[in-house]
């Protein structure tokens, strides 16, 4: 883990997402990334661990974009869509050029690596999850600009997409046998990746809720309990997680028909999701990530885009507007 954590700092200098010095570079270090991709998927080989911590951090870089993207400029907009369009692009295995951000060749990279794993149908299924979890971004984006707290019906929609952990489903799939997919495709398994991803994203906003309040970010479980039933924010932390202790005895009486029903093939994947769920809870009293400064989190983030000059000056001013 401590060797893949240097790996994954190293990555992220290389590619241009952040510099080697200063504070921004101590945050990222501190954030601890590969101690979620490690408790996240404990039986990888170390290669596999880097992999998948530098995939993590990369989504952790996007999604700080998306975080604190909340100018309406219509110039703006267009080309964080297009930034986008192209990141789901090379999902897809588009070639980068020396026009590409770091963003974009750091996720090609990641693309490689996979390619070298896994066949075509994890490719297939990894560009798929990508492109719903940019697209779910922008749906979430279109909610917060205009001001308003998704209904619960929404949300329990919205949040399976943003959260990006098919994705990282994905991930714990090829390193189990990058040669096929079948053990995954089980449609009562898909169901438990459903219930999984409902737990990983409740607890994220149960521990994130201060950060995203901060933000101006409103689908999140506790704001949207909050609202839809008019609760203090006390009662509607009860009530999240009390939907999280459900969620995961629902996911326990199905994993347990399953392996009734004597689906063995998919027992190992089963327990890489249930990795997921643990390593994530476990994970938020090693980070630093959601007790960071946040005060200067939209000017750390242009770099990553490469949007440079001018033109950052001007988003910036009308993102604080």
């Not at 974009?104 to 075509?120: C, W």
């Not at 490719?123 to 998704?150: A, D, K, N, T, V």
């Not at 495709?185 to 459903?194: A, S």
Request: charged fraction near 25%; charge should be negative; include cysteine.
């Amino acid at each position: 883990m401590e060797e893949a954590h240097e790996h994954t700092l190293r990555w992220a200098v290389e590619s241009g997402l952040v510099q080697d010095t200063g504070s921004k570079f101590e945050r990222f270090r501190g954030a601890r990334f590969t101690w979620l991709a490690a408790r996240a998927y404990p039986t990888v080989t170390r290669g596999q661990l880097e992999l998948i911590s530098d995939w993590i951090t990369f989504l952790f870089f996007y999604d700080d974009m998306c975080d604190t993207q909340e100018s309406t400029e219509k110039d703006y907009l267009k080309k964080l869509v297009a930034a986008e369009n192209r990141l789901i692009a090379i999902g897809h295995g588009a070639e980068i050029d020396d026009t590409d951000s770091p963003l974009n060749s750091a996720l090609a990279n990641i693309r490689d690596r996979v390619a070298e794993q896994g066949a075509d149908a994890w490719l297939g299924r990894l560009g798929y999850h990508i492109q719903e979890y940019i697209e779910g971004c922008r749906w979430e984006r279109f909610i917060r600009m205009q001001g308003s707290i998704p209904s619960l019906a929404t949300y329990s929609k919205l949040r399976l997409l943003i959260s990006a952990v098919y994705p990282c489903f994905d991930f714990a799939g090829l390193c189990i046998d990058g040669s096929r997919t079948d053990f995954a495709d089980n449609m009562l398994v898909q169901q438990l990746e459903i219930m999984a991803n409902n737990y990983i994203c409740w607890v994220n906003d149960i521990y994130g809720v201060d950060k995203e309040i901060s933000e101006s970010t409103t689908s999140n479980l506790v704001i949207v309990l909050a609202s839809e039933h008019d609760l203090s924010w006390e009662a509607a932390l009860d009530r999240a997680i009390e939907m999280c202790n459900a969620e995961l005895e629902a996911f326990m009486d199905l994993e347990q028909a399953i392996v009734a029903l004597g689906d063995s093939e998919s027992c190992t994947y089963i327990e890489s999701l249930k990795s997921w769920m643990r390593g994530n809870l476990d994970w938020y009293a090693e980070t630093v990530r959601y007790g960071m400064e946040e005060g200067d989190s939209l000017s750390r983030c242009w770099s990553t885009w490469g949007w440079e000059g001018k033109d950052v000056a001007e988003a910036s001013a009308g993102a604080a507007a």
